[in-house]
Structure formats: C-alpha cells, structure tokens
C-alpha cells in the first residue's frame, strides 16, 4: 500500500499540471494520413525481432547497482558542479555519453533558466513519424517544434498547444481539434486545413497516449461528449458510444492494431474490443488489470496480442506486460495473484521507484519495445540516498521472449517530488527510434527542465 500510495501522489501532481495550463491530463483526438498497412491486427512477422537490445551497441542489461559517477567530465549533481548553465554542461543541440550507460544524450530545449511548460509524455504523437520533429510546448500553451538533433526551431507558433498530435504515418502532417472541427497543420507550408466537421465540439480524452492507430486510418474521438471510434479512410462512426466522463483524470486510448479501446478507472482497467466488420464498439468491456493506476501504455507487439504495460504497486514494487483480452475480478488476495499469475513480469523495481512508460506504436524493428523512465523519490538535490539497480535510469524493456532489459542513461533529474515539472516522463517516437524525457539536471531553479533525447539506430 505504501507504493499505492505514493503513484497516487504522483499522478496527483499530473492532475494538478493539467489543472493550470497544459499538464498530462490534456489531450484530444487526433487524425492522420492512411498509410500503406491498414490492417487491423498484425500477425508476427519478419521484424518480429522488434526492438531486440543485442543489436544495440550501447546500454547494459546486468541486474547491478551503477550509480553516475561522482568526479570525471560528468560528475552526478550536486554535489558535482555539472549543471545548466555552467561551463562544459551541453549547449543546445549538444550531446555527451552518458558515463556509465553508454547512450549518446542530446540536448533539444533551451530554457535555462526559466521555468518548464513541458508537457512531453508517453504519447507518440508528440513526434512526427520519422522522429526526426519534437512538439515542443511553451508557456501560454504556445508550441514549437524542433529539430531532433540539432534542437532549432523548424516551426513556431503551432497551433493545437497540447491537444495536437503527429500523424503516425505521414512526417508533415499534424492534427488538432478546434471547436467541433479537425483540423490538419502542415509543417512544410505552415499552413492549416480543415479535415472533418464533426457537429459537435471534440472533448479531451485525457492526452497521456494516442488515440490513433499505427496505421493513421482508425480514431477514438469525443464527440459531444460521447466517445466513438472513427475510421478516416470510410468516414464512419462506428456504432456503440462511451461516456466521455469515463476519462477523469486518467485517459482514453486507441491500440496502436486498432483491436480495442483501453480506459483505466481507479486501480480498474477495463478494455472495448472494436468490430472492424460490424463497425462495431463493444460498450460491455473486460476488467483486465486491478493492481494500479494510469502510469502505463498500450503496445500491439508482433505476436499479435495487444497489452498494458504498467505497475503492479499493490503487493509489488513491478512493471507488467497484461493481456488486455483477459477478465479479472477484484483486488482480493486470490484475484490479485491470478492477475500476476495470467501476465509477466518484466521490471522489478523498488518501493522508492515510480515513473512513466512508453511503448511504440508503430511497425519496424522496435515494435516490441516500451521505455521507462524509473522516477526514484529518494534521490533529492541535497543527498541522492542509497544506490541501487535501475534507480533514475531510462530503460528500454522488450514484450516478447527473450525479454531482454537494457538499461540506457540516467536521466539526472533531481528531487522528483517537488514539481511535475521535475518528472522526466520518458516519451518515444512512434517507430521507437527515439526516446526523450524532461530533467533539471540537478539545477533546483523552480520548476526548470529541459527536454533529452536518445537516437537510437
């Protein structure tokens, strides 16, 4: 209960950031160009090896303590000097090596040293396809996109602030709703257009993940308050509607195979398979996880199923990959084995630990692969505490056997508790080639983060 307890109080802190401007609780339907696969669920294929760590060359998979070092060109701080704004820390666009992982971090967002409007999280969309834009969001729900590895600005003045989303498919295309319309920006031209009038103002589903499938062909929207899949390339709504009051302060999502809707409650996960031959929302749904809230994602894997990854925090400090399809019943002693029981294991962390997960939605060779920013509440400006295995680290964690952990950076940013701003929130692109988070970087101005990201090849 003591790890319940303290994801509540994060997530509470989300709610808040959502609360005053532009926080994780934001979001709003999205759209995209029809790509080449419209397929609606993927059988295993010849990148079944998605997202497979061998073939990387940096990142280590032991089980051991690595704590960041405590001299050298990048000493842990404080108490080291390497910080923000002080010589030989990376300037914008700059890189280094992280000293005990190995990735190459590079620095897109300048801030220094004012305070973060950040609003980066687990969802895909804040990258366009080809991961090579990042959204950007700036005080006053301003965006700007930038470049992935320099860190200038492509485009200012975006339109959408935190409700827009990048097409999975198409790299120039962006999707936003006003009003009852959705629109389309695109980046090339800076220019925007109308893709559909729906009648009815599109509410927010929540904002933390995508609600569009890999493919760019199939939607879930709030549509006056009613929440209905779309397919873009038919123009139908499908039959069978979800309340939009279903959101709270958690979320709605679309399976990146577009076989269901995921839609978390208080410790209650319950999943809406889709009838792509019927046009069909099942509205009846399946309880299929009880063990924690909302800090989790959808991932559609080449085996062809479609899971939760997210936290057990009942009984285990955890990460679990959980079968969507599967019912589960109450959080009695029995039914809370049976849910560990019927899913797997793939991070085990400690009580201290929390964090953010995002999967890839997309095709390609990391299709099986979520990361993991390990947001550890015992690491404060003043004492960074015991160390111990995965303690603030980005973590790649693959679904599928052999289940390798590779373990990337550390993300630097200090006293995660005092500000949602300080949280990194690992986001990746939708092909997972990317993965960013916001940190201080050990600096405690109030509210300071700037945005990393690694390139993965």
């Known amino acids: 209960m003591v790890r319940r307890l303290a994801l509540v109080a994060l997530v509470a802190l989300a ?57 050298g060109p990048h000493p842990y701080s404080p108490p ?43 969802r895909n969309g804040f990258w366009n396809a080809d991961g090579s834009l990042f959204m950007h969001h700036l005080p006053g729900c301003d965006s700007e996109l930038v470049d992935t590895a320099t860190g200038a600005a492509v485009r200012t003045g975006v339109p959408g602030c935190w409700r827009a989303s990048f097409d999975p498919v198409d790299p120039d295309v962006l999707y936003y709703p006003q009003g009852s319309e959705l629109r389309s920006y695109r980046v090339s031209a800076g220019t925007s257009s109308l893709v559909k009038d729906f009648g009815a103002t599109l509410g927010s589903l929540g904002g933390s993940v995508d609600y569009i499938d890999r493919t760019g062909r199939y939607f879930v929207l709030d549509v006056g308050g009613s929440v209905r899949v779309w397919d873009k390339l038919t ?9 939009a009051q279903m959101v709270g302060t958690g979320w709605i999502a679309m399976s990146p195979n577009a076989a269901y809707l995921v839609v978390p409650g208080d410790f209650a996960f319950t999943s809406y398979a889709i009838d792509h031959d019927s046009k069909t929302l099942d509205t ?11 800090h989790a994602d959808v991932i559609s894997p ?36 049976k849910q560990r029981d019927d899913n797997l294991m793939l991070l085990d962390l400690d009580w201290s630990d929390s964090g953010h997960i995002s999967c890839v939605s997309g095709a390609g060779p990391y299709r099986d692969v979520c990361y993991h920013s390990v947001t550890s509440g015992d690491d404060s400006f003043a004492d960074p505490g015991m160390w111990r295995p995965y303690k603030q680290e980005i973590v790649m ?60 090849p």
């Open 15 to 71: 709610a808040l950031a959502a609360l005053v401007g532009c926080g994780s609780g934001a979001g709003a339907p999205v759209d995209g160009a029809v790509g080449g696969d419209a397929g609606v669920i993927d059988a295993p294929g010849s990148d079944a090896m998605a997202g497979d760590a061998a073939v990387l060359s940096f990142g280590l998979t032991d089980e051991l303590s690595h704590p960041p070092p405590a001299d």
């Open 80 to 122: 080291g000097d390497w910080l923000p704004g002080q010589a030989g820390f990376p300037a914008l666009g700059d890189s280094y090596v992280d000293p005990v992982f190995g990735a190459p971090v590079t620095r897109i967002t300048d801030v220094h040293p004012n305070a973060s409007a950040s609003q980066i999280y687990v």
């Open 235 to 243: 123009d139908t709504i499908y039959a069978g509607a979800l309340g």
């Open 284 to 294: 009846g749904g399946v309880l299929f996880w009880t063990l924690c809230g909302d």
């Open 302 to 337: 080449s085996d062809g199923k479609t899971y939760l990854v997210g936290f057990e925090c009942w009984d285990e400090a955890a990460i679990y990959r959980i079968d969507v399809s599967l019912p589960q019943s109450g959080d009695t002693a029995a039914a809370r084995q």
């Open 397 to 456: 964690m693959q679904v599928t056997p052999p289940y390798p952990v590779r373990r990337l950076a550390h993300h630097r940013s200090r006293s995660t508790g005092d500000s949602y701003q300080y949280q990194p929130r690992a986001s990746t692109s939708w092909d997972g080639r990317r993965v960013g988070w916001v940190s201080n970087y050990g600096d405690s101005g109030s509210d300071y983060a700037d945005v990393y990201v690694i390139h993965l």
